[in-house]
């Protein structure tokens, strides 16, 4: 087994998670991979809203696609999701139940538009055996970065002095 150094893990509908795994990547290197449903969300606000609030309000949580990367071969694990009605995002949850992070360092981030909600709080109790280290909270307004880049990529590059 390869024992790579990043990878950077990511759900995004509008766009503005995967803005953010691009700000990591091109700061601290390594692999980014997108989480991926079977049956995607709709395009349509409206209907994509009520789908994901039915999803969260049922915890019925939508089926992935096989993850292009072995998780296992990456010491340091970046985990970002949008908060959806106070949550992380259901692909996110469902993608966490899938995989054991025991022997990993994990760096959760999430983006928002108002309120973080428990998202945080979602992806921390979900993830098993993982070492999890201090988050990050990325505000946008739309598609409009409000959180300095300079933020992120200090968050980012102190996560790089972490060891387990």
């Given at each position: 087994?390869?024992n ?23 700061t ?8 991926r ?5 709709p395009e349509?606000?409206e ?16 089926h ?15 985990i ?26 994990i ?11 428990h998202?945080?709080?979602d ?35 102190r ?6």
């Open positions: 087994m390869a790579k150094e990043n990878l950077i893990i990511y759900y995004s509908y509008s766009g503005n998670t995967r803005y953010v795994a691009e700000i990591l990547q091109n601290i290197g390594g692999t980014m991979a997108s989480i449903l079977e049956d995607k969300y349509d606000k209907a994509m809203f009520i789908r994901t609030q039915k999803e969260i309000n049922e915890n019925c949580l939508p992935l696609k096989t993850f292009p990367v072995n998780i296992y071969e990456y010491k340091k694990i970046f970002g999701t949008p908060v959806w009605w106070y949550s992380a995002s259901p692909p996110m949850k469902r993608f966490l139940k899938q995989f054991d992070f025991s022997n990993k360092l760096f959760p981030f999430i983006t928002n538009e108002k309120s973080t909600g998202a945080m709080n992806i921390i109790s979900a993830i098993r055996d993982g070492t999890i280290k201090t988050g990050l909270t990325v505000r946008f307004s739309g598609n409009r970065l409000l959180t300095p880049k300079m933020y992120i990529k200090t968050w980012a590059k996560a790089m002095e972490t060891e387990m």
